[in-house]
């Protein structure tokens, strides 16, 4: 397992101030230790990406895509090794984190595919004798950001489309999990990626970003994480008019009409809510259900989800790992305790499983009834697995509800006629939705959101637009 940092085409564990612990949040032993860099390695591997930018653009598309195709399939042909490191680092169960890799993999095929189908274009000019053409070119280095909570697949959806446009990429993914970032690096080199091309750098998250943001020559961020840092980085970016994807904080509504199929909606909440303990920026966090079928979808989703096996996500058949940290946990439990005391009726869960030798870090699925918009968990992102339950009136209460808040990512709605369901929906303000569908993430589609939740696309020919700049060329042809 490498745990070092890739810089300038090397593998290097130098580091200007020691080291940062990778901890298994399942039991709480140190895992790895990695470089704690700061400015001066962020510059390095800044300096060679920015040397080596001019050399990627003009590789052929073709040759750049080959790489990222056998990325592809080298990922999914260690599929289980990494679902390994991953479940390692972050928690989440084993099936899981072995769907992410694939759903990594997705993500390399699809930009491999869509930069080779990207091509010039012409525009009929009002001139006569000039010919108007617009072309693509590479963005130019690109940082990237990511979080723990998808350590490979938010590095995947940035890396792919970037590497496949003829950017190079300096990448910092979050200190919890730095390892997955250093997997996938080493597999892009052994699939023939040029060194200089990626560089992973794991340390002070601020100030390798100030060094990176400031200096000019990074061209693009992509930043996945909290609308809090997204604030701060989008200031930074200000300063050299750096281009940016932001995908932050989500809130999404889970509305359930009440011509619903139960069965499915109940399905479909297990599967939205609680995939990676509920730490996904797709969860659902509020339910607005239809006031006739609240007691019956309530009912329901509570013996479903009190019969999900909690244990560390390398034990077989988990379902329900530990939260990254115990400040999560706190986090789960004062929105928990907020909303009981605020007149919501505790169903089931509500506190953490004991498990003997493991941390305190395992928390029960809870489903709490007789929600309101006044509580904490309506007006912000739990990141645990709580289903908090607010029955409605109407449709029309429900999209209130939904939109009021200014996070905007994900949302979903469930109901018994497409027309009607597909009306919902359509009126939702975030960028993603399920309609009767709890897994809408995929890596041909564009995936983002809109007010605090963000801007910018990921996946298919919107996450490669992403990477590429505008060039037009009125062209007065001399040539005879
Ligand atoms: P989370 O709450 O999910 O950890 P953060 O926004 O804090 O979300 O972290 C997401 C990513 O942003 C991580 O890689 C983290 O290291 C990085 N990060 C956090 N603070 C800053 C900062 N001030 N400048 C740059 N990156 C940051």
Not at 92 to 101: F, H, I, R, T, Y
Not at 176 to 186: D, H, R, V, W
Not at 282 to 311: D, G, Y
Request: charged share 20%.
């Amino acid at each position: 397992m490498e745990t070092r940092n890739l810089i300038a085409g090397r593998w290097t564990d130098i580091s200007s101030s020691g080291s940062l612990e990778v901890v298994d949040p399942a039991s709480d032993k140190v895992i790895a230790r990695v470089p704690m860099c700061g400015a001066s390695e962020a510059l390095s591997a800044l300096n060679s990406a920015y040397e080596f930018q001019p050399e990627w653009e003009a590789t052929p598309p073709a040759q750049r895509a080959a790489v990222l195709h056998a990325t592809a399939k080298l990922l999914v042909a260690r599929k289980d090794a990494l679902a390994r490191i991953i479940t390692q680092e972050c928690g989440k169960p084993l099936a899981e984190a072995a769907g992410e890799v694939q759903y990594s993999a997705e993500y390399f095929l699809c930009a491999a595919n869509e930069i080779q189908a990207l091509n010039e274009m012409e525009v009929a000019l009002d001139r006569p004798g000039v010919r108007g053409v617009v072309r693509h070119r590479a963005v130019g280095v690109c940082a990237a950001i990511t979080p723990w909570n998808f350590p490979l697949a938010m590095l995947a959806r940035k890396i792919a489309p970037a590497l496949a446009a003829g950017c190079t990429q300096l990448a910092k993914p979050a200190e919890e999990t730095p390892l997955s970032a250093f997997a996938l690096a080493e597999i892009l080199l052994e699939c023939g990626l040029p060194p200089q091309c990626l560089q992973v750098l794991t340390g002070d998250a601020k100030s390798i970003a100030t060094t990176w943001l400031m200096d000019g020559r990074v061209r693009k961020l992509s930043f996945t994480g909290s609308t809090e840092t997204g604030r701060l980085l989008l200031r930074q970016c200000a300063q050299e008019i750096v281009r940016c994807s932001m995908e932050l904080g989500g809130h999404a509504a889970f509305i359930i009409l009440a011509d619903a199929d139960l069965q499915l909606a109940v399905q479909g909440a297990l599967q939205a809510k609680f995939r990676n303990a509920g730490q996904t920026c797709i969860c659902p966090n509020r339910f607005l259900v239809h006031e006739n079928i609240a007691s019956e979808f309530t009912a329901r989703v509570a013996v479903a989800a009190a019969q999900l096996k909690i244990a560390p996500g390398m034990e077989a058949d988990s379902k329900i790992g530990p939260l990254i940290h115990d400040a999560a946990v706190e986090k789960v439990r004062a929105h928990v305790a907020d909303a009981l005391a605020r007149g919501g009726k505790l169903v089931c869960g509500g506190r953490t499983k004991e498990i003997p030798d493991r941390p305190d870090r395992f928390y029960e699925p809870t489903v709490i009834a007789n929600c309101d918009p006044s509580m904490l968990c309506f007006e912000e992102e739990t990141f645990g697995p709580v289903i908090p339950i607010m029955s409605v009136s109407s449709e029309r209460e429900a999209i209130e509800v939904a939109n009021s808040s200014p996070f905007g990512l994900a949302g979903y709605v469930f109901g018994g006629n497409d027309k009607t369901t597909l009306a919902v929906a359509q009126q939702l303000q975030c960028g993603v939705i399920g309609v009767n569908e709890a897994v809408p993430s995929n890596a041909r589609a564009p995936f983002g959101g809109v007010k605090w939740s963000g801007f910018g696309r990921e996946g298919g020919v919107w996450g490669l637009m992403e990477y590429v700049t505008t060039q037009y060329l009125a062209v007065r042809s001399l040539d005879k």
